[in-house]
């Protein structure tokens, strides 16, 4: 069955870098869209960016120039580095991968962006 991984959450101070990863196994990943996601307390989970399988990738306004996806389909690997860290950031994020209508979810990493 679909497993997804995450790593890498933690805490950070506004302005710096975080770069988080989600190990996939279980499907076969080339042919996945993968993305991360984010859910901030109350509020609901929002696309952060993602990558089709043909590399193009999305972001949502708020992440533009800030963050960039990237997927290793060899390794089985989608990497969020994140940097220009803000307050607003602060949410769990959340690894994902779909196809034919379908989404599957990992289990969600903490970033923390505070002084």
């Known amino acids: 069955q679909v497993q997804l991984v995450e790593s890498g959450g933690g805490k950070v101070q506004p302005g710096g870098s975080l770069r988080l990863s989600c190990a996939a196994s279980?499907?076969?990943?080339?042919?996945?869209?993968m993305g991360w996601y984010r859910q901030a307390p109350g509020k609901q989970r929002d696309l952060v960016a993602s990558?089709?399988?043909?590399?193009?990738?999305n972001y949502a306004a708020s992440v533009k120039g800030r963050f960039s996806i990237s997927r290793d389909n060899a390794k089985k690997n989608v990497d969020l580095q994140m940097s220009g860290l803000k307050p607003e950031d602060t949410a769990v994020y959340y690894c994902s991968a779909q196809r034919w209508g379908n989404t599957w979810w990992g289990q969600g990493t903490q970033v923390t962006v505070s002084s």
């Open positions: 279980g499907f076969p990943f080339s042919v996945y869209v």
């Open positions: 990558v089709s399988n043909d590399g193009s990738t």
